[in-house]
């Protein structure tokens, strides 16, 4: 199983791409993680369109490619980045051709603090549903940032390591799930 990531922010020092980038090491058995890159996209305008950029037709492939999709994002201003919003009106077009139709997503978020991402992953299940991406509703998974859980390029935070376990082996069965649900229609 190949699950697509995608990171809500584009800063270098991202803590939520820190965190992703662990997701591997306590990875389901059979599960593949990759990031899908979206920093090259332009702001959305209709007038794009008719020649859609290169830019946007890689990233619609590359959720196309994916079995699944996580996404882990930041907070700005109670609700989701506009970049990443940004990204989601490029994979919604062109009309009728939205990548993330039936595709099945799952929603994470890291801060500073316990609930920081509270409003931005409710604001993105809004964006999804309209989408018709069948999103994970549990477990919701605000994870408070400490670099200290984080050492030597591992997890050695205990409850850290059982807080992402927990969540990524529920994506994974959610993939599992709506995948069979795909093959057999």
Excluded: C
Excluded at 79 to 97: E, H, I, V
Excluded at 116 to 140: K, S, V
Excluded at 163 to 183: I, K, P
Aim: aromatic letters at 10%; hydrophobic letters at 45%; charged letters at 20%.
């Amino acid at each position: 199983m190949r699950i697509g990531v995608i990171v809500g922010s584009l800063s270098s020092r991202s803590i939520n791409r820190a965190v992703a980038s662990h997701f591997q090491s306590v990875a389901p058995e059979g599960v593949e993680f990759f990031e899908i890159d979206w920093s090259e996209l332009p702001l959305f305008r209709q007038d794009l369109e008719a020649t859609f950029p290169a830019a946007a037709l890689d990233f619609k492939q590359d959720i196309a490619d994916a079995d699944g999709i996580i996404i882990v994002t930041p907070e700005y201003s109670r609700s989701l980045p506009g970049a990443l919003k940004n990204a989601l009106d490029w994979a919604a077009r062109p009309y009728g051709q939205g990548s993330f139709n039936g595709k099945p997503t799952a929603i994470m978020g890291v801060s500073g603090g316990p609930f920081g991402t509270m409003a931005a992953q409710q604001h993105l299940r809004a964006i999804l549903g309209h989408y018709n991406a069948p999103t994970l509703g549990q477990p919701e998974t605000f994870l408070r940032f400490n670099p200290e859980d984080y050492a030597g390029g591992e997890i050695v935070n205990d409850a850290t390591r059982t807080v992402l376990s927990n969540f990524l082996e529920a994506a994974a069965a959610h993939v599992a799930l709506h995948t069979r649900e795909l093959t057999r229609a």
